[in-house]
């Protein structure tokens, strides 16, 4: 597609429910990255995917939050057991590596915890 | 550590009044510099970057930031603001992963 697309756009949940997190990059950007924006917060790093190497997982929060990225592309953002303090925008922005250092953001998914 | 910081949590300008809003960064090397804007319900969108070269740069919707590394700054003007220039601006730094380190952000707001 043109632009990072993220679904779903709104997701709300209960408190100790596992929820999904889906972003599309930009085809044939081989960088991702997840981002949380919540108040108080502002916008914090969580994970960074870059071709097949290991992803850095070095702002994910607690181990709750796990992410995958399949095939180099789509990636997927989990949240275990949710807690009211997961409430945010979580944002996915892809790089294309080869032509330099801007990064794409989708519209994000404003998640709830009940 | 590397961090960004914008002083000013909120500003209110007048609708053609010039605009400077102020960002200050911490970063061993020199560092890849950007200003991003994100109106109410939209996504972060990318006003204009620095990475070397000319101090100066421009972007887009008239924005312009000029890098001054004795003040560790990169602070965003534009001489003329709009009402459509209301908005949450970003500013940040390029971490060692690629990955952006944001200032909590500026509130703009216009006054007709």
């Known amino acids: 597609g043109a632009g990072v697309s993220q679904s779903p756009s709104n997701k709300v949940t209960e408190k100790g429910k596992d929820v999904e997190l889906r972003c599309d990059p930009i085809s044939g950007h081989t960088a991702l990255y997840w981002y949380r924006q919540s108040l108080g917060q502002g916008l914090e790093f969580l994970i960074y995917?870059?071709?097949?190497?290991?992803?850095?997982k070095s702002g994910l929060p607690s181990d709750r939050f796990s992410a995958e990225r399949t095939g180099g592309s789509v990636s997927t953002l989990t949240i275990q057991r949710t807690q009211q303090e997961d409430s945010a925008v979580y944002l996915c922005?892809?790089?294309?590596?080869?032509?330099?250092?801007?990064?794409?953001f989708g519209p994000g998914t404003r998640l709830t915890v009940l | 550590a590397q961090s960004v910081t914008q002083p000013d949590i909120h500003i209110t300008v007048s609708e053609g009044a010039s605009l400077e809003l102020r960002c200050n960064y911490s970063?061993?090397?020199?560092?890849?510099l950007f200003w991003y804007v994100q109106s109410p319900g939209q996504g972060l969108q990318l006003l204009l970057k620095?990475?070397?070269?000319?101090?100066l740069v421009q972007g887009i919707k008239g924005f312009e930031a000029e890098f001054k590394r004795s003040q560790s700054s990169f602070n965003l003007r534009k001489p003329s603001v709009h009402w459509s220039d209301a908005a949450e601006y970003f500013c940040a730094v390029g971490g060692s992963q690629g990955n952006l380190i944001f200032g909590k952000g500026t509130k703009l707001s216009v006054k007709p």
């Open positions: 922005a892809s790089r294309n590596i080869a032509g330099g250092d801007t990064q794409y």
């Open positions: 995917f870059q071709g097949n190497s290991a992803p850095d």
């Open positions: 970063y061993g090397a020199t560092p890849y």
């Open positions: 620095y990475f070397s070269g000319d101090t």
